[in-house]
């Protein structure tokens, strides 16, 4: 079992930035590949980005891709989203997700094993 806790979301001006971070514990960080996904309300989840577990793939939804980063720190057990150039569309709530490294790298929810409780991440217009 993997447990995942977000950290980093609150409130941005449209154009501004915010930094998400998530850490992971109950298996060695370096089995996993790791997500971030996010659901607005009256909107299924969406694949935000994901890092596979030695960095080797990443990978952004198109609606966050130049705007977007992901990282993750193997020693701190943590993945990180930077948000850039952030707009009103991004508000949502923004899950960490991840799978061990196995089952591969990709942008399908039920792929993934383990998910965090969830961030809000607000951008005022």
């Known amino acids: 079992q993997v447990t995942l806790k977000e950290s980093g979301g609150g409130l941005a001006q449209t154009g501004g930035s915010l930094r998400l971070s998530c850490t992971a514990s109950g298996r060695p960080f370096n089995e996993l590949n790791m997500g971030w996904f996010r659901q607005a309300p009256g909107k299924e989840r969406e694949f935000v980005a994901g890092?596979?577990?030695?960095?080797?793939?990443?990978l952004f939804g198109d609606s966050v891709k130049g705007r977007f980063t992901i990282s993750r720190d193997d020693v701190k057990a943590a993945v990180d989203l930077q948000m850039n150039a952030l707009k009103p569309e991004d508000t949502a709530v923004y899950y960490c997700a991840s799978v061990e490294r196995w089952y591969g790298l990709g942008e399908e929810e039920r792929r993934y094993k383990f998910w965090g409780q969830g961030t809000q991440v607000t951008i005022s217009s």
């Open positions: 890092i596979s577990w030695g960095r080797g793939n990443i």
